[in-house]
């Protein structure tokens, strides 16, 4: 049924200092097309909810897949990014006609052709798909890290280097979800300052 055909393939969470880099890879159905697939930075939280319901019922087959902080540190983000995007593709228990992958590089040793598409989570819907699945994913997932740790205020800014999570940061030390290798978290930690340590 999904022989020959593509799978989309997008992540979520290379720019946080925090958390998981997320993955997914889709293989959407032709015969059941999803109305207002988009870039997942462009559509609402509401939105890409409900999108995300639709994509996982509707499409032939779809994966999600991460790697961890402690990847990230010891690989770097890129590389840790083309592992969970590897992941992802091979968790599809099924062979893709051809990966088209959001950006400009593809990851190594997948078993089908692959292509990277630069904007493809804006201009290919199965990558548009996986853009959503990734985001909505990892979201879920920061809201969940901000209730173990909710000085940080990871539920809004989900990780990013915002004012008010730079702030916390400096206030409260790095947590174990923190990425080391990221500047302002290797900063803080150059410093001593971690999550639960006395002042």
């Not at 997320?22 to 462009?42: E, F, M, N, T, Y």
């Not at 992802?88 to 088209?100: D, H, I």
């Not at 950006?103 to 199965?126: F, H, K, Q, T, Y």
């Amino acid at each position: 049924m999904t022989a020959g055909l593509p799978c989309g393939v997008d992540e979520a969470g290379r720019g946080p200092l925090c958390g998981p880099v997320v993955a997914a890879a889709v293989i959407l159905d032709p015969a059941r097309p999803i109305v207002g697939l988009a870039d997942s930075k462009k559509l609402s939280e509401r939105r890409r909810d409900q999108l995300a319901l639709e994509i996982r019922a509707h499409a032939l087959a779809w994966a999600i897949a991460e790697a961890s902080v402690e990847e990230i540190d010891r690989l770097n983000i890129l590389h840790a990014t083309m592992l969970a995007m590897r992941r992802a593709v091979e968790a599809l228990g099924v062979v893709p006609g051809e990966v088209l992958v959001d950006g400009n590089r593809v990851p190594a040793g997948l078993a089908s052709p692959a292509r990277a598409i630069v904007r493809g989570d804006a201009l290919e819907p199965a990558i548009s798909a996986a853009s959503i699945l990734a985001k909505t994913h990892r979201d879920a997932l920061l809201v969940a890290l901000d209730a173990r740790y909710p000085a940080y205020g990871f539920a809004l800014h989900k990780g990013y280097p915002t004012a008010a999570h730079l702030a916390a940061l400096a206030l409260h030390g790095a947590t174990p979800e923190h990425r080391r290798s990221f500047g302002p978290v290797a900063l803080v930690v150059a410093q001593g300052s971690l999550f639960g340590a006395s002042s």
